[in-house]
């Protein structure tokens, strides 16, 4: 894969990062639940930590990651992703955020599993454990939101 590439993945990956942060700011600021706004500022820091360390991997020499040739690595099939916008009602909200969640794990693990070395598979595994624990806890919000009990 070819250098230019490389970088246009992990751009990519950024832009992603920063969409997401986005959002869960802005939803922080305007959920009233203080337990919701914890997790939605939570979420906002890691994705902002996110961003940061892609950042600095995309600075280092994106000529020594190594990745299988030819493989399709679907990172332009969650495209386009519809406009994040915080005037929904708080159940689409939560599933804007799981799909967004999903579309990372699932880019980050078709990316683990493009890599041809050890480091650049651990990079992109962990990113992947990440957003899937992001996600997790966001179906948990939404299925006791979405189906609360009943007595």
């Known amino acids: 894969m070819k250098t230019e590439d490389v ?9 992603r990062e920063v969409e997401a942060y986005t ?7 305007k959920v009233k639940d203080k337990n919701l706004k914890a997790l939605f500022d939570e979420l906002a820091g890691e994705e902002k930590k996110h961003r940061e360390f892609l950042q600095g991997f995309l600075s280092k020499d994106a000529g020594k990651m190594k990745f299988a040739a030819g493989h399709d690595y679907k990172v332009g099939d969650a495209l386009p992703s519809p ?7 708080p159940l689409d909200g939560l599933v804007i955020a799981i799909k967004k969640e999903l579309e990372a794990m699932q880019m980050y693990t078709q990316l683990a599993k493009a890599a041809a070395d ?19 806890r966001l179906e948990d919000i939404y299925t006791n939101m979405a189906f609360p009990e009943a007595w």
């Open 23 to 29: 959002f869960y700011r802005s939803i922080a600021d």
């Open 83 to 89: 406009k994040l916008t915080i005037d929904l009602k």
């Open 118 to 136: 050890t480091e650049t598979q651990l990079l992109f595994s962990q990113l992947a454990n990440m957003e899937r624990g992001h996600k997790a």
């Open 7 to 15: 970088k246009k993945i992990i751009s990519t990956a950024i832009d």
